[in-house]
């Protein structure tokens, strides 16, 4: 009886996993299987993988660079418009930070300034018993 699960794209059997690349070229549809061991060969076959898919995405974008350039010119309005606004919106929120730590360092400044108000009064009062004390004891 053969143990085996099978989907659209990656077939199990017998501890071995074979994944079915289907690519078009020229119209012709071809078809990739790699086998990959269960035990640790996921990532030799994902790299695997990785570089396969790297050639035919090259071959594709050679010989439909037409399409290629047609999506590009579609898409680098929409992608200028985008940045655009992410740059108006980072520039805003960098105003609204500066605004808040200039706010917060005038708040520093005004503490300092009380704290400092409230120790010359407490000096002046100080002075004040002094002054008092001497004219009490000349009295």
């Known amino acids: 009886?053969?143990?085996?699960f099978k989907s659209r794209n990656i077939l199990i059997y017998k501890q071995s996993i074979y994944v079915l690349f289907e690519y078009s070229f020229?119209?012709?549809?071809?078809h990739i299987?790699?086998?990959?061991?269960m035990n640790g060969g996921i990532i030799m076959s994902l790299l695997i993988g990785g570089i396969i898919s790297a050639i035919l995405g090259l071959v594709s974008l050679i010989f439909c660079w037409s399409d290629f350039?047609?999506?590009?010119?579609g898409a680098f309005p929409v992608f200028l418009f985008l940045g655009g606004a992410l740059a108006v919106y980072v520039g805003i929120d960098e105003i609204q930070e500066k605004?808040?730590?200039e706010r917060q360092r005038q708040e520093e400044?005004?503490?300092k300034a009380q704290q400092e108000i409230e120790t010359i009064r407490a000096q002046a009062e100080s002075y004040k018993e002094e002054l008092n004390k001497?004219?009490?004891s000349k009295q």
């Open 1 to 4: 009886m053969m143990n085996c």
């Open 26 to 30: 020229y119209g012709k549809k071809r």
């Open 33 to 37: 299987l790699i086998n990959c061991l």
């Open 69 to 73: 350039m047609t999506i590009i010119k």
């Open 99 to 101: 605004s808040r730590e």
């Open 109 to 111: 400044k005004l503490t």
């Open 134 to 136: 001497l004219k009490e």
